[in-house]
Every structure is written in structure tokens, then in C-alpha cells.
T-cell receptor, first 114, second 110 residues
Framework: ETGVTQSPTHLIKTRGQQVTLRCSSQ?????VSWYQQALGQGPQFIFQ???????GRGNFPPRFSGLQFPNYSSELNVNALELDDSALYLC?????????????FGSGTRLTVV | QKEVEQNSGPLSVPEGAIASLNCTYS??????FFWYRQYSGKSPELIMS????GDKEDGRFTAQLNKASQYVSLLIRDSQPSDSATYLC??????????FGAGTRLTVKP
């Protein structure tokens, strides 16, 4: 059984560019959530996907968008990058949707916007 | 705005002592509560979950929940230097929305 894998591990982009981050969920997990974690802060909820549909969104602008594929892998896309988008982006998968289900996190993608 | 509050620390305890980590939350409909441990430069890992009022023990870890006071805590007994990390409190409501506190940084000194 494989865990949650994210790619790339590190990325440097220029302000105004676009970026795509990828996540493969743990085997058997059909729910994926994306979080942004700034240095010294807790993870902030971006959005969640369940069976290829968005199932909730945090307080992030529309330039943050996502996809979930039939194999439950997922992408996070960020357009028009800003300096404040520099953070660790975490993908978390869970066995199913619903409360009481803990998340398994990937190792994250460290994005630096210059 | 649903808030999860934690004392950012740092909290420093000697090896073998009990470390006590606290968390309060603002949303009364929250039903599920989690503690995650995050080592520096790593991703969070789930260490405890609790859903009912009272205590839940798992090895050296005890989670305590008081829904009336909107308070959840984590006790680490016989603290070890390897327990040095940031501990994140997470609260989940019935919409499956899981929100995290900013974390408490714990240092266990040998």
C-alpha cells in the first residue's frame, strides 16, 4: 500500500506565472483535500474533492483551482502567482468523505514565488 | 469565521515530564477532533482522534475533550526528545471541513 505522493517537491516560479501541483492519493482513498501552509502557520484549507467533484472550498480566490481524476489523483492549479503564494502546499487523502475520518498527508510541495 | 486557537509556544519540558498542549475552537457544531504532529520540514502525521467528551488514551498520549467548554487537549507522558515537534490541533464539522490551529511548538530537553 503506497502513501500519498506529491510532485514536485520544490518549485520556484516568477510572479504572474501559473503552476500545477500534483497529488496521488493513498490506495483506496477517494477524497483529496489541499492545504496551504505558510511558514510558522497551520495548514489553511483550500478545497476538497470527492469522486471528481469539488466538495468544499476555503477562503481562497478563484485563481486557485483543482481537479480530481477517475483514479482519485488530483491537481492544484494556481494562476497569476503572487509573492504571498509562497508556501508549503499539502495534499491529504482520506478513505471516504464524512466527519471523523482522519487525513493522510503527502510530503508537500514547497513553492517559492520570486 | 470558524477559529481554532492554540498557544504557539514554544513549550519546553524536561525529558520524562508530562507535556500538556491545549486547543480551543469556536464552532459549536464541530464533531471530530484530531491531533497531528509535524516535524520541522515534514508533513503532518495523525497521532490521535477524539469524538466524545472525556479522555482517550493511546500509549503515552491522552486526548481530552470538553465540548461544553469547546476545549481539547493532548497530554504526552514520559516526554522524549523525539517528541520535539509542532503539534497541530484540527477540528472537523459535519460538512467534512477540517480546520487547523497554528500549532504549538514543543521542545523536550534531555
Amino acid at each position: 500500500e503506497t502513501g500519498v505522493t506529491q510532485s514536485p517537491t520544490h518549485l520556484i516560479k516568477t510572479r504572474g506565472q501559473q503552476v500545477t501541483l500534483r497529488c496521488s492519493s493513498q490506495s483506496g482513498h477517494n477524497t483529496v483535500s489541499w492545504y496551504q501552509q505558510a511558514l510558522g502557520q497551520g495548514p489553511q484549507f483550500i478545497f476538497q474533492y470527492y469522486r471528481e467533484e469539488e466538495n468544499g472550498r476555503g477562503n481562497f480566490p478563484p485563481r486557485f483551482s483543482g481537479l480530481q481524476f477517475p483514479n482519485y489523483s488530483s491537481e492544484l492549479n494556481v494562476n497569476a502567482l503572487e509573492l504571498d503564494d509562497s508556501a508549503l502546499y499539502l495534499c491529504a487523502s482520506s478513505l471516504r468523505i464524512g466527519e471523523g475520518i482522519g487525513y493522510t498527508f503527502g510530503s508537500g510541495t514547497r513553492l517559492t514565488v520570486v | 469565521q470558524k477559529e481554532v486557537e492554540q498557544n504557539s509556544g514554544p513549550l519546553s519540558v524536561p525529558e520524562g515530564a508530562i507535556a500538556s498542549l491545549n486547543c480551543t475552537y469556536s464552532d459549536r457544531v464541530s464533531q471530530s477532533f484530531f491531533w497531528y504532529r509535524q516535524y520541522s520540514g515534514k508533513s503532518p502525521e495523525l497521532i490521535m482522534s477524539i469524538y466524545s467528551n472525556g479522555d482517550k488514551e493511546d500509549g503515552r498520549f491522552t486526548a481530552q475533550l470538553n465540548k461544553a467548554s469547546q476545549y481539547v487537549s493532548l497530554l504526552i507522558r514520559d516526554s522524549q526528545p523525539s517528541d520535539s515537534a509542532t503539534y497541530l490541533c484540527a477540528v472537523q464539522d459535519n460538512n467534512n471541513d477540517m480546520r487547523f490551529g497554528a500549532g504549538t511548538r514543543l521542545t523536550v530537553k534531555p
